[in-house]
């Protein structure tokens, strides 16, 4: 595919990865940014971290309790969250599957299969 050239994809024809029990994840890298479709069953956790990487999230399905920077917030379908670099968080799910896109830039190269 030639760079600059413009894509269309649907989810449900992206392979989707098992990155950890109850956490399986699809994504569309770019050049600066890439799009992380992840699946959660309930109650899985995701541990506190960080990352240089600027992060968006937006809840698709599901509610989940986030920590960010070590405050507690439960957000629901349709919010979106903001994480600057270096910012501490991560997730518990909540009783129901919790589908998130997260978007990061510039990509997160240790998500790349070599």
Same mark, same amino acid.
């Given at each position: 595919?030639?760079?600059?050239?413009?894509?269309?994809s649907a989810w449900d024809q992206l392979p989707r990865t098992r990155?950890?029990?109850?956490?399986?994840?699809?994504?569309?890298?770019?050049?600066?940014l890439m799009m992380c479709r992840l699946t959660l069953r309930p109650? @899985?956790?995701?541990?506190?971290?960080?990352? #240089?990487?600027?992060?968006?999230? *937006? %809840?698709?399905?599901?509610?989940?309790?986030?920590?960010?920077?070590?405050?507690a917030r439960v957000a629901a379908p349709g919010d979106v969250l903001?994480?600057?670099?270096?910012?501490?968080?991560?997730?518990?799910?909540?009783?129901?599957? @919790?589908?998130?896109?997260?978007?990061?830039? #510039?990509?997160?190269?240790?998500? *790349? %299969?070599?």
């Open positions: 595919m030639p760079i600059g050239a413009a894509v269309h990155i950890a029990e109850g956490i399986d994840r699809q994504m569309i890298v770019g050049d600066k109650h @899985v956790d995701t541990p506190i971290h960080s990352h #240089p990487n600027e992060q968006m999230t *937006i %809840v698709e399905r599901g509610r989940v309790r986030f920590t960010i920077a070590g405050e903001h994480f600057p670099s270096n910012v501490v968080h991560g997730a518990t799910m909540l009783d129901e599957e @919790v589908v998130l896109i997260d978007i990061f830039t #510039p990509i997160r190269e240790d998500f *790349i %299969v070599p």
